[in-house]
């Protein structure tokens, strides 16, 4: 099927990165542009862990026209952000310093699979090829909120386990759409609720409510985890 078939554009840019350099004291941020109404622009810095530096990642309205490449990705996400404060206010001058440290910034169009209804999607998830099969992002993508990555080690491990457990024990055509029928069931609720958070998020009044409220409640649960406006 065609892309716009199965991938739903949400109307975002994202930008990501790694600062190996950085040092976050083991502390997580979330910011927020608490004055928009449709979800506006949004940013994470997460410590890598193991030593590794920070992670980043810059949601923000669609920014037309694509990169051509790391620096001009870079130039667009400066113009995305707010400017540079004076240093007092921390989140967001961490948020810049992830941002200077990231040797590249990669760019994308915010796209998540669309499943449809029960029926729908299972034909569009298969691949039309005997001897291939989609994992991961170019099976499932969704939202960057960690829940992608959980998927496809999943995905791999669904995958090695059938093959272990098939007579051939190799990786044959059968193999491969035994794997899409057993992961579509939980990719398919997963990729719908994460998508189903995301337009709550985007509506404005009572139900952009919801994401606000458990980002808070997981914040009193997790004290690394701090909720701060953009």
């Known amino acids: ?21 950085v040092d976050l004291a083991g502390q997580g941020t979330i910011l927020q542009d608490t004055a928009a109404t449709d979800g506006g622009r949004s940013a994470v810095t997460f410590p890598a862990g193991g030593g590794g530096g920070a992670s980043w990642t810059v949601i923000a309205p669609s920014v037309a026209g694509r ?19 004076d240093g007092s206010y921390g989140p967001l001058e961490d948020l810049w310093r992830c941002v200077d440290a990231a040797p590249t910034v990669l760019e994308h169009r915010l796209q998540v699979r669309v499943f449809g209804g029960p029926n729908a999607g299972g034909p569009s998830f298969c691949s039309n090829t005997n001897g291939l099969a989609f994992a991961g992002d170019a099976a499932h993508p969704v939202r960057p909120t960690g829940e992608g990555l959980a998927l496809a080690f999943e995905d791999a491990w669904q ?18 759409r035994c794997y899409e029928a057993a992961r579509l069931p939980q990719v398919r ?4 609720k994460v998508r189903a958070l995301a337009e709550s998020y985007y509506t404005d009044g ?8 458990k980002q808070a409640a997981k914040a009193k649960k997790n004290p690394r985890l701090r909720p701060t406006p953009l």
């Open 1 to 21: 099927p065609g892309a716009a078939a199965v991938l739903w554009d949400e109307g975002k840019s994202v930008w990501r990165g790694l600062a190996p350099s």
């Open 67 to 85: 990169a051509g490449n790391a620096d001009d990705a870079r130039r667009r996400l400066t113009l995305a952000l707010p400017p540079r404060g």
């Open 159 to 176: 995958l090695g386990a059938i093959v272990a457990a098939s007579p051939e024990q190799a990786v044959t055509a059968d193999a491969l």
């Open 189 to 192: 609720e997963v990729s719908e």
């Open 206 to 213: 009572a139900a952009a409510e919801a994401p606000a409220v």
